[in-house]
């Protein structure tokens, strides 16, 4: 068998090398005020060498959404192999998952790229996201760390106060998201930590 040129480790590292500038640019341009040229001149490539990897701005995208994805997945397998309650699992995966560079553009997904080939798998793993926190929500009020309700609402509410915290103090990187990691952890207790209640 004829080994496959396209994925000598050369060309590998170079398409990681392009995600993660990719990554970078999108997150602070967005998918339409981003150009392909401000990715390849960050990396001192030719405009043209980056249809080698990518065909076209939405392909580029939809694969740095995929990239983020699998960071995600790869969180969720570390923290459902703790041995801590679902409260402290939910908290562990805000603290790592708030640090990964792009973690906004997954709430950004155009629907222009709805046509794309691997939208769909987007769709599904974000499906499966939502159903492994719920999952982790309904353990939580069994194992009595958190408070009871309605583990999809609880979700919801968490991931959406995610986000706009994520806007609002426009983290980037570890360092500036350390700055309000404690707050971040004090929200979540305050808001589904059964001891928390028990304090008041």
């Known amino acids: 068998m004829e080994p496959n ?23 602070q341009h967005g998918f339409h005020n981003t150009k392909l040229e401000q990715i390849t001149k960050s990396l001192n490539l030719t405009d043209k060498s ?18 983020i994805q699998t960071k995600l ?27 990964i560079n792009g973690l906004t553009l997954l709430m950004q997904l155009p629907k222009s790229l709805s046509d794309f080939a691997k939208y769909n798998l987007i769709k599904a ?3 499966n996201h939502y159903k492994i926190w719920t999952t982790w929500f309904k353990k939580g009020q069994a194992d009595g760390s958190m408070i009871h309700g309605n583990p999809d609402e609880h979700r919801s509410f968490l991931f959406g106060s995610l986000f706009y915290l994520h806007q609002w103090y426009a983290i980037k990187d570890n360092e500036s998201y350390a700055q309000i990691q404690p707050f971040i952890e004090k929200m979540i207790d305050r808001m589904y930590s059964t001891n928390f209640q028990r304090l008041q």
């Open 125 to 127: 793993n974000e499906a």
């Open 73 to 99: 997945d790869k969180l969720i397998e570390t923290i459902n192999k703790m041995d801590v309650n679902h409260l402290e699992k939910i908290k562990t995966y805000t603290n790592k998952a708030m640090t």
């Open 5 to 27: 040129i396209n994925n000598t480790p050369k060309r590998i590292k170079k398409k990681d090398l392009i995600l993660e500038s990719a990554i970078s640019i999108f997150s």
């Open 50 to 67: 980056i249809y080698y990897y990518f065909n076209s701005k939405g392909d580029l995208f939809i694969e740095v959404i995929l990239s």
